[in-house]
């Protein structure tokens, strides 16, 4: 089946700093990806939509100059915090879809904890 | 603007028995619906889906069913195991692929 690999799976960092995570699909061509973030005992928030070779788009109340989305191939996906802070720590998953299907495939996502 | 929302933040059921998982949404440009279930610190894991077409999909002790007219789906989860203890999420999708999440229902399935 489809499998996605999100990397790191666990990141500690000092404020300020950006941290990159990366999200891949192994197996198929995922022309859509979705970055979601989770809080403590909630739901999983999207953050954003990327489609390959196109500008991420953003969903309401997301900073795209604080979330860099890059989606530069049809296998990759990656989702920069830049000048991280504390309330940055989350949770953040990705989701790949190949074109024309309704198959979401989710990484195993990311535990970001900003010092 | 919670589109997708499950009231129910638990459920706890004896093994054996069906465990029943609901959610509601709001916009009636959703076509498409699934559900997922969910460990702390990993990411969805995909159980069973829907299409707006349908109003029942089967898939070994995993039902889902669909009532469009009162914007609702269930999880029936017959029989329940404990470890079919997880946070269950409902999620809906339109035309534009964007998968939107309900809050999520804790389950415990108590041996």
């Known amino acids: 089946g489809a499998v996605v690999s999100q990397h790191p799976s666990r990141v500690i960092c000092k404020s300020g700093t950006s941290v990159k995570i990366e999200c891949r699909s192994l197996d198929f061509q995922a022309t859509t990806m979705f970055w979601y973030r989770q809080f403590p005992k909630k739901s999983l928030m999207l953050m954003a939509t990327?489609?390959?070779?196109?500008?991420?788009?953003?969903e309401q109340g997301v900073e795209k100059d604080k979330f860099l989305i890059n989606h530069a191939s049809l296998t990759l996906s990656t989702l920069t915090v830049t000048s991280a802070h504390p309330e940055d720590s989350s949770f953040y998953i990705c989701?790949?879809?190949?074109?024309?299907?309704?198959?979401?495939?989710f990484g195993s996502g990311t535990r970001l904890t900003v010092v | 603007d919670q589109q997708v929302k499950q009231n129910s933040p638990s459920l706890s059921v004896q093994e054996g028995r069906i465990s029943i998982l609901n959610c509601d949404y709001t916009?009636?440009?959703?076509?498409?619906f699934l559900w997922y279930k969910k460990y702390p610190a990993e990411g969805p894991t995909f159980l069973i889906s829907i299409s707006s077409i349908k109003d029942k999909n089967e898939d070994g002790r995993f039902t889902v069913f669909l009532n469009k007219s009162a914007k609702h789906l269930s999880l029936h989860i017959v029989p329940s195991q404990p470890g079919d203890s997880a946070v269950y999420f409902c999620a809906a999708s339109a035309s534009t692929g964007k998968l939107i999440f309900g809050q999520g229902t804790t389950l415990q399935v108590k041996p």
């Open positions: 916009n009636s440009m959703f076509d498409y």
């Open positions: 990327s489609n390959e070779g196109s500008k991420a788009t953003y």
């Open positions: 989701s790949a879809r190949a074109e024309g299907t309704y198959g979401y495939t």
